[in-house]
């Protein structure tokens, strides 16, 4: 089937304005008509543009995306973006900061990114072993360096794996605290909801990295764990937690009862949606 | 001397570098030539014509620059010659025919970019199924480019033979072409004289149901307006929201620059009797007519009898030339209706 014919069947599917853009996208990154070809019919069957093309925009990077690595969302940009701004770190005096479940890497690198060069030494954990491998080679495509050793002059990310389910995390000696920024963007979903994902997330994307527990909360219930333990945040530390729909007022709580966090806020997201809940230690 | 009396005037109207280049260039002309007088009535024959040769090339300069020199000081400098271009092309009437013309426009615009070795970015473009273009925007960055585009702002009408028409009649589209300064400012948000943040919205456009790690549909397009002026500009053509983002701000300050300049225009026009139209852009500046292939822009009513040599060749520039003349002739005019103004005071 010619491209074009593919073109109007995938307008039927995703909308016309829709399927032109991915059909200008997917032009550009097509060498020729069979690998274009070839691209449509993927899009055609549900995989996500992104895993086609091999890779996202977040911020003004360019990050590598790979099945089956959560694709970063606009949500996330938005918020990751809005800290860069709301924390002000100043070059030669790194704050520490974790990201739990990081994925592709992309809220610590973003960061990285934007603030001066020497303002942050940056750590991800991940359980996923695709995740860590992915985050790594962003790290490298953003010229972000991979070890905290070097001195002061550079901002550093450094993926390792581990578990925030662990109740020993704190313990990890890979993770150093105490910690100036905790971020994370854990899986929020619930059984319920799993079920009604649309099939190009839940045929494509971790179920790992969606999953939340019955409720979705699973998450957050560890990270409160995790910051409760004595000597996690610094005073002044700043807590980000991305939140599913509905869920900000819950994790807000679950936040407040940890008695080492003294103000929250809630950022939405350009939807309008709670989306992002802020935690000052 | 009457010239020295202008010359102050001159200078009050121009740097005075170009200015005293030019009357120092006078005067050894016009002292060459006393020299020359007297040798006319030479008795060497052979010195005589001599003489005579020089004192014609002596007089031909003069008069030079008497009729092109001198009145091109009058024509202060442009404010906007280190200015690039933001050209918007819109089809307009004619449905898809219009979007075939303005596929026509378009490559002719770029192709005459490369010969001025202006870089070009086209930041938004939406094709149609037949091969037309609906609408675009492209960046001309360049010294001059916006000078030298700016008279391309206006109704662009052809006249030809759709390839669809199966009676072979001709019909009559139109494409609206909008020609913007741009500045070299910082290229994404922050505050600038043109604006200030807080006076500017920015959206997203799509909705996203419960958003988050439930939807992971790519959704990059933003909209922004800028509330005291109501101008919204919205961007979707990129992957990236953050490219969407810097480029709707790009144009949106091009909008409020084209905007300002106008307005410093209509101001100094109200105060001073200007001579100096603004441009209207819904008016009808050029006609592309096929059938007697010709291209007509109706403002100096000059006619190019090849349109293939303005579409594909360069006899746009041309036209442009043409253009600016007139525009500098009506700014000399005015120059000169200010000074017997002054002078009458
Ligand atoms: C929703 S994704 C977020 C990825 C990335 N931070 C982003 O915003 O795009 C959640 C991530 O948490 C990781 N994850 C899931 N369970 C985990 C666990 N028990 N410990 C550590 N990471 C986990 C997943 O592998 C996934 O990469």
């Given at each position: 089937m010619s491209a074009t014919r593919l073109l109007s069947a995938l307008r039927s599917r995703i909308g016309r304005d829709q399927a032109n853009l991915e059909y200008k996208w997917m032009t550009q990154a097509a060498s020729h008509e069979l690998d274009l070809v070839a691209m449509i019919r993927r899009r055609l069957v549900g995989e996500p543009l992104q895993f086609i093309l091999g890779s996202q925009p977040f911020g003004p990077l360019n990050l590598l995306t790979r099945p089956p690595v959560l694709i970063p969302r606009p949500e996330t940009e938005h918020w990751v973006t809005r800290l860069s701004q709301f924390i002000s770190p100043v070059a030669h005096k790194p704050l520490r900061l974790l990201d739990l479940?990081?994925?592709?890497?992309?809220i610590p690198l973003l960061l990285c990114h934007l603030?001066?060069?020497?303002a942050v030494k940056a750590t991800g954990i991940d359980v996923s072993d695709a995740a860590i491998q992915l985050a790594i080679e962003n790290a490298a495509l953003c010229g972000?360096?991979?070890?905290?050793?070097?001195?002061?002059n550079k901002n550093t990310f450094l993926a390792i794996k581990a578990n925030?389910?662990?109740?020993?995390?704190?313990?990890?000696?890979?993770?150093?605290?105490?910690?100036?920024a905790l971020t994370s963007n854990p899986p929020y979903i619930s059984w319920k909801e799993y079920f009604h994902l649309p099939h190009s997330v839940s045929g494509y994307e971790d179920p790992k990295a969606l999953f939340g527990g019955p409720f979705g909360m699973d998450f957050y219930h560890a990270i409160a764990d995790f910051i409760t333990c004595d000597g996690t945040l610094s005073p002044g530390a700043v807590v980000a937690l991305e939140v599913g729909d509905g869920q900000a007022n819950k994790v807000q709580r679950i936040l407040t009862n940890?008695?080492?966090?003294?103000h929250t806020e809630i950022w939405n997201d350009p939807?309008?949606?709670?989306?992002t809940v802020i935690g000052l230690a | 001397m009457q010239f020295a009396q202008d010359i102050k005037r001159l200078k009050q109207l121009k740097g005075t570098e170009s200015l005293q280049n030019a009357w120092n260039q006078w005067n050894q002309n016009h002292q060459s030539l006393t020299e020359t007088t007297s040798l006319?009535?030479?008795?060497?024959p052979g010195m005589r014509g001599l003489a005579e040769d020089e004192y014609q090339h002596l007089s031909n300069t003069l008069t030079d620059m008497l009729k092109k020199t001198f009145p091109s000081l009058l024509?202060?400098?442009?404010?906007?010659?280190g200015l690039s271009a933001l050209m918007e092309l819109k089809s307009a009437v004619g449905g898809s025919e219009s979007s075939l013309f303005l596929a026509n426009l378009l490559r002719m615009y770029l192709r005459l970019a490369d010969a001025k070795g202006w870089k070009t970015v086209i930041v938004s473009k939406s094709d149609t199924?037949?091969?037309?273009?609906k609408d675009a925007v492209v960046e001309f960055k360049g010294e001059g480019s916006y000078d030298d585009l700016r008279w391309e702002s206006g109704v662009h009408r052809v006249q030809r033979v759709p390839t669809t028409e199966a009676q072979g009649r001709v019909h009559t589209s139109t494409v609206a072409i909008i020609v913007l300064p741009l500045s070299?400012?910082?290229?994404?948000?922050g505050d600038s004289d043109l604006f200030n943040m807080e006076d500017v919205k920015v959206e997203v456009m799509r909705a996203r149901g419960a958003?988050?790690?439930?939807v992971n549909k790519t959704e990059s397009a933003v909209r922004l307006t800028h509330i005291p002026t109501g101008i919204t500009v919205s961007m979707q053509d990129e992957r990236s929201q953050h490219q969407n983002r810097r480029r709707a701000f790009q144009v949106l300050r091009a909008r409020l620059m084209d905007r300002k300049l106008s307005q410093e225009m209509d101001e100094r026009r109200a105060t001073r009797n200007s001579l100096i139209r603004s441009a209207?852009?819904?008016?009808?500046?050029r006609t592309y007519n096929y059938p007697q292939d010709r291209v007509t822009d109706h403002r100096i009513g000059r006619t190019i009898a090849n349109l293939k040599s303005v579409l594909e060749g360069d006899a746009l520039e041309d036209f442009m030339i043409d253009l600016r003349r007139n525009y500098e002739e009506t700014i000399l005019e005015n120059v000169l209706v200010e000074g017997d103004h002054l002078s009458a005071i």
């Open positions: 479940g990081t994925g592709t890497g992309c603030w001066p060069p020497g972000i360096a991979a070890s905290h050793d070097d001195n002061c925030i389910l662990d109740p020993c995390l704190y313990k990890n000696p890979a993770i150093q605290r105490p910690i100036d940890t008695g080492r966090i003294k939807w309008g949606k709670e989306r | 006319l009535t030479d008795a060497d024509i202060p400098p442009s404010e906007t010659a199924d037949e091969g037309g273009v070299e400012e910082a290229e994404s948000g958003g988050g790690q439930h209207d852009r819904s008016e009808k500046i």
